[in-house]
Nanobody
Framework: QVQLVESGGGLVQAGASLRLSCAASRRTFSSHGVGWFRQAPGKEREFVAAIAWNGGNTYYADSVKGRFTISRDNAKNVVYLQMGSLKPEDTAVYYC?????????????????WGRGTQVTVSS
C-alpha cells in the first residue's frame, strides 16, 4: 500500500507560481510512476502531468504544457508539480496518484493510489 499526501496548495493571483508536493509513505515509492490530476468545480477530473519511476519520461496535458513541470526526488520520496503562469482556470483540487507500475500516463484508470488532494485557487 502506497499512501500519498499532497501539500502546497493555496490562494494566489493570476501569473503567480506555486509548487505542489506529493509525499509518499515508503522508500519503494521510487518503483512507481506518479501522476497529477485536478478537479475543478463543475468539471470532471482531468489529467495534468505524469512522471515515470526514474523521472526519465514526463507527460503533460496540453493545457499546462510549458507552464507546469513535474519532477521527483526519489531519495526524499517526493514528487513535485511546479506550476507557473497560473491562470484562474487552473483553480481546482489537485491530486497526486500512483499506478501499480513504474510508468505513468494520462489514463486515470491506470491509477490505483490516490491522495486526498490540495486546493489551488487562482484569482484574477
Amino acid at each position: 500500500q502506497v499512501q500519498l499526501v499532497e501539500s502546497g496548495g493555496g490562494l494566489v493571483q493570476a501569473g503567480a507560481s506555486l509548487r505542489l508536493s506529493c509525499a509518499a509513505s515508503r522508500r519503494t515509492f521510487s518503483s512507481h510512476g506518479v501522476g497529477w490530476f485536478r478537479q475543478a468545480p463543475g468539471k470532471e477530473r482531468e489529467f495534468v502531468a505524469a512522471i515515470a519511476w526514474n523521472g526519465g519520461n514526463t507527460y503533460y496535458a496540453d493545457s499546462v504544457k510549458g507552464r507546469f513541470t513535474i519532477s521527483r526526488d526519489n531519495a526524499k520520496n517526493v514528487v513535485y508539480l511546479q506550476m507557473g503562469s497560473l491562470k484562474p482556470e487552473d483553480t481546482a483540487v489537485y491530486y497526486c496518484a500512483a499506478p501499480p507500475r513504474p510508468v505513468a500516463g494520462p489514463r486515470e484508470s491506470d491509477y490505483t493510489y490516490w491522495g486526498r488532494g490540495t486546493q489551488v485557487t487562482v484569482s484574477s
